[in-house]
């Protein structure tokens, strides 16, 4: 009984990866943008922010980041939050508790994505409507 459901688990899991992603839009006027500047404060919390702009989506959207410095195998996930797509420019504001001491000031990466869990199938798929990767300055305060 026990390997049935194992069984089970892994078979439900090989299905949800082989589903695949609702391709990215083509509008060109899509876009995500990251400020040059991020803030580190004393307790390890991050916060970057941009603009992103965004059209036609079916279901919900989240601009999110995440920041490597030093070690680009080592990335630190730095919140998320909603995004509207209605064609209008609009800013994002991202925060995130890393470990105190793991980030220092000055140059690091940041990798932002505009992705819609997009309905398919009774399924919420992903969705990318825009990607940046950008070198920023992190600053203490």
Known sequence: MKYRSLLGAAA???????????????????SVIVDSVGRLAADGTVTLSGTYRCTGAAGPVFVSSNLSQDRPSVRHGIGGSRAVCDGAEHRWVNSGLTTAGSLHAGAARVEATLMELHPQGGLPLPRFHATRTQEVVL???
Request: charged share 15%.
């Open 12 to 30: 439900g899991a090989a299905l949800l990866l082989a589903a695949p992603a609702v391709p990215a839009t083509a509008d060109a006027s899509e």
């Open 139 to 141: 600053t203490e305060g």
